[in-house]
């Protein structure tokens, strides 16, 4: 059974870990669930990097086998940017995925502790600071993933004609 979301890979995980640790200490007793979702998403004519989700009561609740409580939050990466883009990108994503939690230490009840805020306004003003060297590295990650997602629809329809590929499995043609 082909599915949108799959478990991200154990670097991937190991990336996410690293920088929640970092940066987040306050997120240490989360419950946190990473999938890659294999589908592109568009926002506002934008590519999506990432999202981030606090689970309702009943997916919480379905996650209880798995995970004691269930999972607090479920960040969503797309996959494509994690076979593409540099590192550095990942963490700026997954930082600013992060940056979307919202933890009152005061609260019993951890569907309360854990909470989502909104941007600043289009970004944290932390991460500005933190990604000043390179202010617009995310509409280029986005492009970059616009145009592997093209590609890999050109070699499948290629594919589809004469049963052969033509090409290499979905490489970029331009990484800038
Ligand atoms: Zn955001």
Redesign the pocket.
């Known amino acids: 059974m082909k599915l949108r979301f799959e478990e991200v890979s154990p670097e991937c995980q190991t990336l996410v870990n690293d920088v929640r640790k970092k940066y987040f200490p306050e997120l240490a007793q989360a419950n946190i669930k990473v999938l890659f979702d294999l589908k592109k998403t568009s926002r506002r004519k934008r590519l999506v990097l990432g999202?981030i989700m606090s689970p309702n009561e009943f997916i919480r609740y379905l996650t209880i086998p798995e995970i004691d409580e269930g999972y607090d939050y479920v960040m969503i990466l797309d996959k494509v940017g994690w076979e593409v883009l540099p590192r550095e990108d990942m963490v700026r994503i997954i930082r600013?995925?992060f940056?979307?939690c919202y933890v009152d230490i005061e609260k019993e009840d951890r569907k309360q502790m854990y909470a989502i805020v909104d941007?600043d306004y289009q970004?944290f003003y932390e991460e500005i600071e933190l990604n000043k060297d390179d202010p617009h590295w995310s509409s280029r990650a986005g492009t970059l993933i616009e145009d592997v997602y093209e590609q890999r629809k050109e070699d499948a329809k290629e594919k589809a004609d004469d049963g052969t590929p033509k090409r290499g499995p979905g490489r970029p043609r331009t990484i800038k």
Request: charged share 55%.
């Open positions: 999202r600013h995925e940056r979307h941007h970004d």
